[in-house]
Each structure stands twice: as C-alpha cells, then as structure tokens.
C-alpha cells in the first residue's frame, strides 16, 4: 500500500528505514536501508515531511528540524506524544487499523503541500529551543561540576546506598502480607466467637 503511495509521487524521493537492502516490486523514487543517518536527513533543506510511529526521540528530533509528521502510533507514550503533534498543528494522526492508499496518499499531500503544517512546526520548535543556556553547554558544565566536586555524591539517589530487598520494597511488601494476614486471622476468629456467643444464647432462649 505504501510502496503504491509513493509510486503515485515520482517527484519526491523517499528514503525508508527497512531490514533489508531491497523490497519487491520497489519504485525509483524509494531508497531502502537499515539504517539513516536521521537527524542529518530531518535537517536537509529539502526535507518535506517525516512519517513515523511516535517516539520520543524521534518526536524532539522533528521538533528540532522544524519537519511536519505523519504519526502511526503502535503503543506506549506514542499515543500521548502524537497526540500533543496533532494538537499544536504540527502533524496529523493515521490510525494503524485503518490505513488505506486514498488516506495515506490524501494526507501526505496534505502535509506536503498544506504550508500551515510547516508554519505550526516552527512555532512548536521555538518553543522546544527557547531555553536560558545551550543544552551541550549546560550538559558540559555538570559534568565539569561532578569533577570539581569529586563525583558529587551529595546528588547521589538515596536509592544506590538501600539493601536489594529494600530497593525491590519487599520489606514493605512482606508488611503488608503479614498485616492482611493478622487482620483476615483476627476477623476470622472473632466471627467464630462471636457466633459461639449467640450459639449459645439461642441454645438457652430454646
């Protein structure tokens, strides 16, 4: 269906991350390969749209590049992060179980062409950019901090210095075992008193 789309549109090339060298029946204006260099690619000037499944990283990297999306999420956070997308404008949503060639092809002109989608995308990525220091200055600086101060462990996780059985709560786990335990045990008997009582009372009324 894809390889259908995109032969409908010889004058794009599109690259496709795919496990094999070579597809079937493969169009000429599609190039295949294991693996992209994919923040060099989101950066080209000539780069029109990027079609993926929602991912985080791959969500920020678009965001960067300023690339409208065509989100087809499968599971996890994607729903969420193609969702805000679709809210800011950026992008539009396929839904995974109702894909055909007419609205994969309709959309994707849509964002090709749609100019709003590009214009929505640079906004979203002022946004992600608009930041008081440079990300790698800022990253440079606390490595440079952990240095100065020896490794810093006073920013160490209290969770480094707890007992495996501690880090893994089953401590409070096992607690809370024994509690329900002790209290189904302590219900348990006080029913069976109490109804010996009134047992007994019955038995002297009759």
């Not at 640079?122 to 990300?135: A, F």
């Not at 707890?162 to 809370?176: G, H, K």
């Amino acid at each position: 269906m894809f390889l259908d789309v995109f032969s409908d549109l010889p004058q794009f090339r599109v690259l496709w991350k795919w496990d094999t060298d070579e597809l079937l029946e493969q169009p000429s204006n599609v190039k295949v390969a294991k693996w992209f260099p994919q923040q060099d690619i989101l950066h080209h000037p000539r780069m029109k749209v990027f079609m993926y499944h929602g991912g985080l990283q791959s969500t920020l990297e678009a965001i960067r590049a300023k690339v409208p999306l065509i989100c087809i999420p499968f599971f996890g956070d994607q729903h969420l992060n193609v969702r805000k997308i679709e809210e800011e404008g950026a992008g539009v949503v396929l839904d995974l179980h109702k894909l055909t060639k007419h609205n994969v092809k309709e959309l994707l002109t849509e964002i090709i062409y749609n100019l709003t989608y590009k214009e929505n995308m640079k906004k979203l990525s002022k946004k992600l950019i608009d930041q008081p220091e440079n990300p790698l200055d800022c990253a440079v600086w606390w490595v440079e901090y952990v240095i100065r101060h020896k490794g810093a462990r006073h920013l160490r996780s209290a969770a480094l210095d707890l007992t495996w059985y501690q880090y893994l709560l089953l401590d409070v786990i096992a607690f809370l075992v024994a509690f329900i335990i002790i209290m189904i045990w302590v219900t348990y008997r006080i029913t069976r008193f109490v109804n010996k009582i009134l047992s007994v009372v019955m038995s002297r009324e009759v």
